[in-house]
């Protein structure tokens, strides 16, 4: 019943040896749009809102703000555009920031992005619910909450079936918001024509006004804080970078489109709302978000604000916006659970954030990311504008970052390119840019509720240096096991018996060559010497996230996995052993596993199963966190199957062994 029920919620699995799979699963430049950049257009939603209340009554700022937010938008993203240029695998600040700054950088950028992406969706669950409830009633607001949970459990959901399907679940909400918010910023500005020269006298009349009571350093600091808290309206030009593995051949210009459609939709949506916010006079609103108070006012304007037809107008605008916002959860969960896949495969995260379900998502880290979201709905009791506070400073680390390595980038490369001083000069302009907001947010944001995303974002990294500083000295210690046995004297043998399929068999389980699989077999013929008269080597090539990339990258594990079982049979061979190998490809090793020995047993019915397993010499409860328990599970599956199991221990000591250890 459970494999029926999660076959008919996430589909059937994929089959990643067909060439077929990418193309099937990657996006076209307007799906990816969908995808990744409706967080950035989304944040229309929130961030001008923010800009505009921080001006109080100096709305004659309004006009610059619109222009700052447009050139903002076109240089972050043409920077962006760069990067995907030399990095077209995607990873987008982690992977730059890592590669050109070091790890240590990576690392700070990489778990910003990881807080940046679960406030991703709790921001855009949270405005999505206000736009929802802001034409209901008051008396439904405790209703909000439970909402926001349900989106996040109906996302995660959908999620879990693979991002193509999620993407286009949603699409038709993606233009519905489009649509809806061309005709309400185009309708506002055309009936507002005539108060154009209006709008002037008072903007010039109000910069006159504003430098008598403020001075200019006084509307210069008005200005900066009331750009600074728009700031989450950049903060989805990051995914499309992030997400560029997902994208359909050719990866580069794929990206690069992309970026363009959401620049422009970002840039036009953003300036046009604040320029409404002017035009109208504007005014924060109990229970209505200031875009509903722009939507009322626009409907009114038209003479339809007691009929239905104006009533149905708001209700879709709204209920556009408000589902646009939980459409740009998706940027989260698609680009957040990436993140935690490129540095589990550089051991800042454990392994399996790196895994792939059979549907091909990477399902461990959506879940992650979903219940983490969850909880942060719940510190902030859904409170948009804390959520705000806490979402901007993030980003704009691994804006800094990303652009800070781009710098080096070019310097270290200027004679290779003769457009890098053209190139250079967009990252020195967006390094000033990002870094300047980064720091005026910490300042500004600081004590209203940056301090909270600052102090979980370095308990991340404090964790992630745990992390990595436990599988480096798990790894330091292998590779004394492999130091030591792969160097062990062969025993030349001039033929080995062939195999003889009614004689007791060893099947192993191993990986790589090495130390593990050497050390298995030695040990079987140290507990039953003489007995076994086949070795069957079995390994499952493990397709993750970080070998996902194409046809070609399945073929690599492919033959990278044949040539360790290849060795393995040599060397059995050479000790006079008869021997041979087995092997599949998937993106999940118990299943695979446990089919090719269950195959293995009806050839070889006196087979017994071994498979290696790391004993540490003080077990501690996060080691089976940080090491899957592939062994013992297999050995569960197999003998309830009725074939016998053994795991073979391998010790993993804190230091070296003394020679009488040994």
Same mark, same amino acid.
């Given at each position: ?252 210009e794929t990206g690069k489109r992309t970026m363009l459609y959401m620049a422009v939709s970002l840039a036009a949506t953003a300036g046009g709302i604040i320029l409404c916010y002017l035009l109208i006079h504007a ?240 040990? *079987? +013929? &140290? ?6 008269? #086949?070795?069957?080597?079995?390994? $499952?090539? !493990?397709?993750?996230? /970080? ?14 996995t044949e040539r360790a079982l290849n060795r393995y049979v040599e060397l059995a061979r050479r000790w006079g052993l008869a021997a041979d190998y087995r092997m599949s490809l998937s993106t999940e090793v118990l ?42 599970? *297999? +050995? &569960? ?6 074939? #016998?199991?053994?795991?073979?221990? $391998?010790? !993993?000591?804190?230091? /070296? ?6």
């Open positions: 019943m459970f494999e029926r029920l999660k076959l008919l919620l996430f589909g059937a699995p994929r089959n990643i040896e067909d060439p077929r799979v990418f193309h099937s699963i990657s996006l076209i430049a307007f799906l990816a749009w969908v995808g990744l950049g409706a967080d950035g257009l989304s944040s229309s939603a929130y961030g001008p809102e923010e800009s505009f209340k921080m001006l109080g009554q100096h709305h004659y700022l309004a006009v610059l703000l619109a222009i700052a937010i447009a050139v903002t938008v076109f240089l972050i993203s043409l920077s962006y555009a760069y990067i995907i240029e030399h990095f077209p695998f995607g990873g987008g600040g982690y992977a730059v920031t890592s590669r050109l700054l070091g790890p240590a950088s990576g690392l700070v950028s990489g778990s910003a992005l990881l807080i940046d992406y679960v406030l991703t969706i709790s921001v855009s669950i949270a405005a999505g619910a206000d736009a929802f409830f802001s034409f209901l009633p008051l008396s439904y607001q405790p209703l909000k909450l439970p909402i926001e949970f349900g989106v996040i459990g109906l996302l995660t959901g959908i999620n879990l079936r693979g991002v193509k399907e999620s993407i286009k679940i949603l699409m038709p909400i993606f233009i519905l918001f489009i649509l809806t918010h061309m005709v309400l910023i185009g309708g506002t500005i055309f009936l507002h024509l005539t108060d154009f020269p209006v709008v002037v006298r008072e903007t010039r009349s109000g910069f006159d006004t504003g430098m008598a009571a403020l001075g200019l350093s006084g509307m210069a600091a008005l200005f900066l804080r009331a750009y600074c808290m728009g700031a989450g309206t950049y903060t989805g030009i990051e995914a499309v970078s992030n997400g560029l593995q997902i994208m359909r051949e050719p990866k580069v005014e924060p609103t109990t229970g209505r978000t200031m875009n509903a108070v722009l939507t009322y006012s626009f409907v009114d304007s038209l003479g339809l604000g007691g009929g239905n037809v104006g009533r149905s107008f708001i209700i879709t605008v709204l209920f556009a916006e408000a589902a646009l916002l939980f459409v740009a959860a998706q940027a989260g969960f698609i680009a957040g659970p990436r993140v935690m896949a490129n540095m589990a495969s550089d051991l800042w995260l454990p392994h399996r954030f790196a895994t792939l379900s059979d549907r091909l998502t990477m399902q461990d880290g959506v879940l992650i990311t979903s219940a983490a979201s969850i909880m942060t709905l719940l510190y902030t009791q859904g409170a948009t504008h804390t959520l705000v506070l806490m979402y901007s400073i993030n980003v704009f680390i691994t804006f800094s970052l990303a652009q800070a390595a781009m710098l080096r980038f070019w310097l270290q490369n200027k004679s290779k390119y003769a457009d890098w001083k053209r190139k250079i000069s967009v990252h020195i302009a967006s390094f000033a840019l990002c870094f300047s907001i980064l720091i005026a947010n910490i300042i500004e944001k600081f004590t209203e509720g940056g301090w909270v995303t600052l102090l979980i974002t370095a308990t991340l990294i404090a964790l992630c240096l745990v992390i990595k500083g436990h599988y480096l000295v798990v790894k330091k210690n292998l590779s004394r096991l492999d130091e030591i046995l792969t160097t062990l004297p062969e025993t030349p043998h001039e033929a080995p018996p062939p195999l003889n399929p009614k004689a007791p068999t060893a099947i192993l389980l191993v990986g790589a060559f090495g130390g593990m699989g050497i050390h298995a077999l030695l040990a *079987i +013929q &140290r507990l039953f010497p003489g007995y076994f008269k #086949n070795f069957i080597f079995i390994s $499952v090539g !493990v397709i993750d996230s /970080a070998t996902f990339k194409g046809v070609e990258a399945v073929e690599e594990v492919r033959e990278r299943e695979e596993a446990e089919s090719i020995c269950l195959q293995l047993n009806k050839e070889y019915p006196r087979s017994i199963v071994f498979a290696g397993k790391l004993v540490f010499e003080q077990e501690r409860w996060f080691q089976r966190l940080l090491h899957n328990e592939t062994a013992f599970q *297999i +050995q &569960r599956r197999l003998q309830f199957a009725g074939l #016998n199991t053994m795991v073979l221990p $391998v010790r !993993v000591m804190s230091a /070296a062994p003394t020679p009488a250890g040994r």
